[in-house]
C-alpha cells in the first residue's frame, strides 16, 4: 500500500494557540459552496431534510460574485490566511463554479493553501481536471459503504461504486501537487471490509483511514440517528473532555448564503455573527459578537452557552486544548477586545441567529 495510514487531521507542527491568540488574522476561515447535499446520511444534519427546513437555512449553492466579495475581503487583514478551508454544511462539486472559485482564491494572494472535503458522487475526469489545475491543494474523500447496496442503504443514494473507484484512480493518477486524503467510518462496513477498503484505495491515494462516527455537531444526537454506540474519538483516540473551544480564536465559516457563523458545526444557523454580503470579513472576525462568545469560553462558562454546551467536537476530535492557559489570556483577550471594537468590554448575552 502506497498510502500512509494516517488520519485527515494535520498534527504535525502546530502553532501552540496559547502563544499567538488573540489573533489578528484568523488561521482558517471555512467558506461554503453549497449548503445542501445529494445524500441523506444519517449521522449528518444536511441529510435529515425535514430538520433543516425547519430551520430556515438557506439550501443552495454560493454565487461566485460573493465568494469573490469573500476572497477580496481577505486583504484587510494583515497577512494571508493559512488556510481556506471549502466545505461546510455540503457537497462542494454540487457548485459548478467550484474550480473558478479555487483559482480566484488562489491567485488572489490572501490565502496559503486550499482544501475541500466531498462524498465524490459527482466525480468525473471533467469535474476533477478543473479542479486540480486551479490549485486546489488536498481533497478529503469520504467513502460511505463498499458497494452499491450500502450506499443506497445508508446515503439513499443510487451510487455507482465501481465507476468512483475509477474517478479516485484518475484523480490520483492527474493529482500534481494535490494530497488525496481517503477516509471510511467503520461503523458502516464489516471487518473484511476493512482490509477491502485499504486495497482498493490504499494504492491511489496518499493518506487512508479507517474512522468512527463522532457527536460533533450540537443539538444532534449521532447516536440515536445511527443507531451506533460511539465510545471512541473519531480517528480512533480515547475520549478525551476539553472544555474551551480553540475554533472560535482562530477560524470562523461563511456560509453558501453569506451568513457568517462563528462555528463550522452551526449546522442550524444558532451561531451567526455577522453577514458578509453586507459586511467586511475582517469587521465580523473582530466583532462584538464574535468576540462575546470567545469570552465566554474564556470565563469557562461554555456550558452556559445552549448550543456550544452540547458539542461533542472538543471531546472527541483532538481540538486543540487550551483549557490550562484560559486565566492567562483573558486580560490578552479583554485588551485585544476593547482595542479592536469600540473601547469596551464585549457583552456576554446570548447570540442569536439572524435569518
Not at 13 to 19: A, I, K, V
Not at 141 to 161: A, C, H, P, W
Not at 309 to 330: A, F, T, V, W
Request: aromatic share 10%; charged share 25%.
Amino acid at each position: 500500500m502506497k498510502a500512509q495510514l494516517k488520519p485527515r487531521i494535520n498534527l504535525d507542527g502546530r502553532t501552540p494557540l496559547q502563544t499567538v491568540i488573540p489573533l489578528q488574522t484568523p488561521f482558517v476561515v471555512f467558506v461554503d459552496p453549497a449548503s445542501a447535499c445529494n445524500f441523506l446520511c444519517p449521522f449528518c444534519p444536511t441529510g435529515h431534510r425535514q430538520m433543516i427546513d425547519e430551520t430556515g437555512r438557506f439550501q443552495g449553492v454560493m454565487r461566485l460574485e460573493l465568494f469573490h466579495k469573500i476572497i477580496d475581503d481577505l486583504s484587510e487583514f494583515e497577512q494571508p490566511i493559512k488556510v481556506l478551508r471549502m466545505y461546510k454544511d455540503g457537497e462542494p462539486f454540487l457548485n459548478k463554479n467550484l474550480a473558478k472559485m479555487i483559482s480566484y482564491a488562489k491567485k488572489s494572494g490572501f490565502v496559503d493553501y486550499i482544501d475541500t472535503t466531498t462524498n465524490g458522487s459527482l466525480f468525473s475526469p471533467e469535474r476533477l481536471a478543473p479542479v486540480l489545475e486551479a490549485g486546489l491543494d488536498k481533497i478529503n474523500i469520504s467513502v460511505d459503504g463498499m458497494n452499491r447496496e450500502q450506499y443506497l442503504k445508508f446515503t439513499g443514494f443510487n451510487f455507482n461504486f465501481e465507476r468512483f473507484v475509477e474517478n479516485v484512480k484518475w484523480l490520483y493518477a492527474n493529482k500534481g501537487s494535490c494530497e488525496i486524503v481517503v477516509k471510511i467510518p467503520r461503523d458502516l462496513i464489516t471487518e473484511p471490509q476493512e482490509k477491502e477498503f485499504l486495497d482498493t484505495f490504499g494504492d491511489y491515494c496518499d493518506r487512508i483511514f479507517i474512522e468512527n462516527f463522532a457527536p460533533c455537531w450540537p443539538e444532534f444526537d449521532v447516536e440515536a440517528h445511527t443507531g451506533i454506540k460511539i465510545t471512541k474519538g473519531i480517528y480512533q483516540q480515547p475520549i478525551k473532555p476539553t472544555d474551551t473551544c480553540p475554533y472560535v480564536f482562530y477560524s470562523f465559516s461563511v456560509n453558501a448564503d453569506g451568513l457568517v457563523s462563528s462555528c463550522f458545526l452551526d449546522w442550524g444557523r444558532k451561531l451567526i455573527i455577522g453577514d458578509a454580503r453586507k459586511q467586511s470579513l475582517k469587521s465580523i472576525w473582530h466583532s462584538t459578537e464574535m468576540n462575546a462568545l470567545r469570552l465566554q469560553h474564556l470565563e469557562g462558562n461554555r456550558h452556559k452557552n445552549p448550543v456550544c454546551s452540547q458539542c461533542g467536537q472538543l471531546s472527541h476530535c483532538l481540538p486543540d486544548n487550551i483549557d490550562l492557559y484560559r486565566k492567562e489570556l483573558l486580560p490578552k483577550f479583554l485588551s485585544y477586545a476593547a482595542m479592536n471594537v469600540d473601547g469596551t468590554v464585549p457583552s456576554i448575552e446570548p447570540i442569536k441567529s439572524s435569518h
